[in-house]
């Protein structure tokens, strides 16, 4: 099985937009308005959104004033959405109000033109100043409408869709009926609703931004039910640390300190900073297999993303698996096609013309996934100076798509999802039945280094207790650091090197067994998951919430009879190991968010 890496991605969303000559043919529909106030609208995005499939964004003028020009066949389901000029979801635009239901998407029309008239804007969300006939959208909660709290707005607006609505999901997919229905059953992704302008839990925020498809106050990112559905093609991040460098909520870490971590750092490789992975399938983008596959997909930001927006090349492109090594600039990576060998293994790979777009992707082969070279992927480290000023859960950027090196382009909507800002944290470990409260966390501290490790006791037993690893708090939440819930969490040998100086390299993830485990129960074996194998022990916490130094959590493995039982690795006395703790959210496409804690051990 091949090593997982984890590239972290930042909250944006990708949006679709179509270019070229299209057909005479095609009947279109242009959906005008005006966002007011104009000062605030000037500049915004507006997105015309469908369920699944391209998406067309305007900008609007100094005055506000936007016109958008669709498909007319795509009009049915579409929904209007807003983004600041930075790519920052704004919220949706509410086209009807009746009581305590907002409707946001279009019926089916045979008319040219659609003027919506003034939109006013206001926190989280916009409406018409002027609703539209309700007979010219889906104004019933379970076939395409939404809830509204009190005050009018839809209620998952201004909080990226993190609000419970239990309730309201099981009236939604009991109302919808077949799965094709606008507004339909989320419980397959080869439902329509499951796509990023589908809303499963009717809370007025797509699924392409709502970090809570389902409205069960669980994110995305550690949510089963939602994972292989519609966070399918949902960016997932990865971060690593040393214990010397290690950032907790409980051991002091600031804003300050963790972005010092996950930006640009002298001398980076490829494991430090923060981590981002794009892994698209084709299907996953157009909602059906492409009957020509993709030419090639790459990626745009809005102006003043400062780490990939257009004329910037802060972000570096990472290696990753059919692709191996550090690329340098993302904005100067014009792509790559890989394809499995002939013999010996591995892959051979052609890098796209120089004249393709910066920011591409890798076209890459099946790893277990969908038949033929229908994968593109991407492994982002952002460097930005200011990662968390930057790359910020719910922006918006664009994967644009085409056929042919002339085809017309396509764009697709993808948001940055939460992200972990720090590692599981090591209150205190026990060895040799002697139990050590941390309380140096310097660069020289026992477990830094192989030079500094932690000498392990004469039954080469390891425990330890500590925190989780945390994210920041996202939009209409108080506080600043909220622990991660529902993790996965596991101890992975990375390689043994023995007093002769053998380096012995792991090369298949696994995880020693866990036992003496405190708050964390063990995670069940079956099958190809390969979750229970790598992170062997779950979260009996199951949502997140405000880091506190009683949250603790404790597991230990022995470290000698990991090492011959699960990786027949040598264990020789006073051979170094290198161990990861590791804690991971649910699988999605291609890989899983995962928050890393390296510590360096000495067997007796």
């Given amino acids: 099985m091949r090593t997982l890496r984890l590239v972290s991605l930042t909250s944006s969303v990708l949006l679709i937009a179509v270019t070229g000559n299209a057909s005479a043919a095609v009947p279109t529909t242009v959906i005008s308005g005006t966002l007011a106030p104009g000062a605030s609208g000037k500049t915004m995005r507006v997105v015309a959104l469908q369920s699944k499939g391209p998406a067309v964004t305007a900008t ?54 659609i003027k919506l008239g003034t939109v006013t804007l206001a926190t989280g969300y916009a409406k018409l100043s002027k609703f539209l006939a309700s007979s010219a959208v889906y104004s019933t909660v379970g076939a395409g409408a939404v809830s509204l709290n009190t005050a009018g707005a839809p209620i998952g607006a201004g909080r990226l869709g993190l609000v419970s609505t239990t309730s309201r999901r099981a009236t939604a997919r009991g109302a919808a009926g077949s799965g094709g229905a606008i507004g339909g059953t989320c419980a397959s ?4 609703e499951t796509g990023p302008g589908g809303d499963c839990d009717a809370d007025g925020v797509p699924n392409v931004v709502d970090v809570d498809d389902n409205g069960n106050l669980s994110l995305d990112m550690t949510d089963k039910q939602t994972s292989q559905t519609t966070a399918g093609i ?5 971060i690593i640390m040393g214990l010397g460098q290690a950032q ?22 490829g494991s430090d900073g923060l981590n981002i992975v794009l892994f698209v399938d084709e299907k996953a983008i157009t ?16 102006t003043g993303v400062a780490w990939c927006s257009p004329g910037t090349d802060t972000a570096n492109m990472n290696g990753i698996g059919w692709y191996e090594g550090t690329h340098g600039s993302w904005a100067s990576f014009h792509g790559a096609r890989c394809v499995s060998a002939s013999s010996g293994g591995g892959y051979t790979c052609t890098n796209k013309p120089s004249s393709y777009p910066g920011f591409g ?56 999802q939460p992200y972990f800002v720090t590692t ?21 501290a026992p477990g830094t280094s192989e030079g500094n490790p932690i000498q392990l006791g004469a039954d080469n037993g390891f425990a330890v207790s500590g925190w989780r690893p945390q994210r920041f708090a996202l939009p209409g939440e108080d506080g600043s650091f909220f622990d991660v819930g529902a993790l996965n969490y596991g101890l992975q040998v990375r390689f043994v090197r023995t007093p002769d100086n053998v380096m012995h390299q792991v090369t298949e993830e696994s995880s020693c067994p866990l036992t003496g485990l405190s708050n964390l129960t063990p995670n069940s074996v079956s099958g190809s998951d390969a979750i229970g194998r790598i992170w062997p022990a779950k979260d009996t916490t199951a949502f997140d919430r405000l880091a506190s ?27 170094k190991v290198s161990v990861v703790l590791s804690a991971a959210g649910s699988y999605l496409t291609g890989g899983v968010n995962r928050s890393n804690l390296a510590l360096s051990l000495e067997l007796n």
């Avoid at 066949?73 to 907002?102: E, H």
């Avoid at 907790?248 to 490789?269: C, F, H, K, R, W």
């Avoid at 026990?430 to 309380?439: D, H, L, P, Q």
């Fill in 361 to 416: 992707l890798i076209n890459v082969p099946p790893n277990g996934g969908p038949s033929g070279n229908t994968t593109w992927v991407a492994s982002i480290k952002p460097n930005a100076l200011d990662t968390l000023g930057t790359v910020i859960p719910g922006s918006l950027f664009s994967l644009n798509y085409r056929a042919t090196p002339t085809g017309a382009v396509s764009q697709a909507p993808v948001a940055i």
């Fill in 549 to 575: 130094p009683t949250n603790t959590i404790s597991l230990a493995t022995n470290v000698a009879a990991c090492l011959a039982d699960v990786y027949h690795l040598p264990t020789t006395s006073g051979s």
């Fill in 287 to 302: 909602s059906t297999a492409s009957a020509t596959p993709f030419d090639y997909v790459w990626a745009t930001c809005s």
């Fill in 60 to 113: 609007a003028s100094s005055s506000g004033a936007f016109s958008l020009k669709v498909p007319r066949s795509s009009v049915n389901g579409l929904s209007l959405q807003l983004l600041t000029s930075k790519g920052r979801y704004a919220g949706p635009v509410l086209l009807y109000v009746k009581s305590r239901v907002g409707a946001e998407r279009f019926k089916t029309t045979t008319a040219a033109t």
């Fill in 424 to 444: 599981p944290g090591v209150k205190s470990y026990t060895t040799g039945g002697v139990t050590t409260t941390i309380s140096d966390r310097s660069s020289t």
């Fill in 234 to 238: 949902a960016p997932w991040s990865e």
């Fill in 248 to 269: 907790n909520a409980n051991t002091g870490a600031t804003a300050e300190s963790i972005n010092s971590l996950l930006g640009p750092q002298v001398g980076m490789t």
């Fill in 189 to 192: 992704s080869g439902s329509p």
